[in-house]
């Protein structure tokens, strides 16, 4: 059968299959299209091409031929990331991920950006496209705090370059925030606060001025604080934090229920009850 176009202003019923995807925790909405264009997702037993398709709670949708599960509520989580973990679901070379260390009643997560391989600390995860995709927009600005240690002993003032922003190799970093805390033997502690995510930024911007990043640990991340959190624990954010912080409105709840009245205990017919 040959669709044609349809002179209809009324738009089709559902929504994007990339939002659906994104809201199902398959992956953000951009990966899903990326997805889509390989040609891996299915919907009613046909491969689609396009991400300009509507689908409702009726269609069938797999992924890699795993069928796409109902959207759970959103939900977000607070892990602390160990050294040694890559941050993606597979690694070509082989190596262990974060999503290979995570509890098992685990849900499937995405998780909010990324820590290189010997970065430590606060990573945030959601089962939720939509939010990591709002996480990770650089127009939230939200800062993202790192206490950093580099080998030697530098000044305060070394330090005016990455406050003021610099360019490395053609790539501008915007100015961050730096303080130095103190001296440890050969090594100094810093407090750095960025506003952007560019990959391996801090240590390219401390190597640039001279100094080597020996270990990088992300306290916070906008109002989300890494806390107690010990090295692989999670710990889930209340619903109710997450929609405040984030500015999410409140998912439908089901009605309760009304409590069932007590029923009034009635003597057997044709007995009367003794006072």
């Known amino acids: 059968m040959r669709y044609g176009l349809q002179m209809t202003n009324t738009p089709p019923p559902g929504d994007r299959i990339a939002k659906v995807l994104a809201r199902a925790g398959v992956a953000s909405r951009r990966e899903a299209e990326r997805m889509i264009e390989a040609g891996r997702v299915v919907v009613n037993g046909k491969t689609i091409d396009s991400p300009a398709l509507n689908v409702t709670a009726k269609d069938k949708i797999t992924v890699d031929g795993k ?32 999503f290979d260390k995570l509890p ?94 560019k990959n391996r930024e801090i240590r390219r911007a ?32 209340r619903r109710r934090v997450m929609r405040d912080q984030l500015g999410l409105e409140a998912e439908p709840e089901a009605p309760a229920k009304r409590p069932a009245r007590p029923q009034r205990k009635r003597p057997p017919i044709g007995k009367k009850s003794r006072k």
Do not use: C
């Open 104 to 197: 098992e009643d685990m849900p499937r997560v995405m998780s909010v950006g990324r820590l290189d391989l010997n970065s430590e600390g606060l990573l945030l995860l959601t089962n939720d496209g939509g939010i990591k995709r709002k996480l990770e927009l650089p127009a939230t600005g939200w800062l993202r705090r790192y206490r950093v240690r580099v080998n030697g002993r530098p000044k305060d003032e070394d330090f005016a370059p990455l406050r003021k922003g610099l360019v490395i190799e053609g790539e501008r970093f915007q100015p961050m925030d730096v303080t130095l805390d103190r001296q440890q033997g050969a090594n100094a502690w810093l407090t750095i606060g960025l506003r952007e995510g």
């Open 206 to 237: 401390v190597e640039d001025i001279g100094f080597a990043v020996n270990r990088l640990l992300r306290v916070s991340y906008g109002p989300f604080q890494l806390g107690k959190l010990k090295p692989g624990e999670v710990e889930e954010i």
């Open 67 to 98: 069928p796409v599960s109902e959207p759970e509520p959103s939900r977000l989580w607070l892990y602390h990331k160990p050294p040694g973990l890559v941050t993606t679901t597979k690694d070509e070379k082989g190596r262990a991920t974060i």
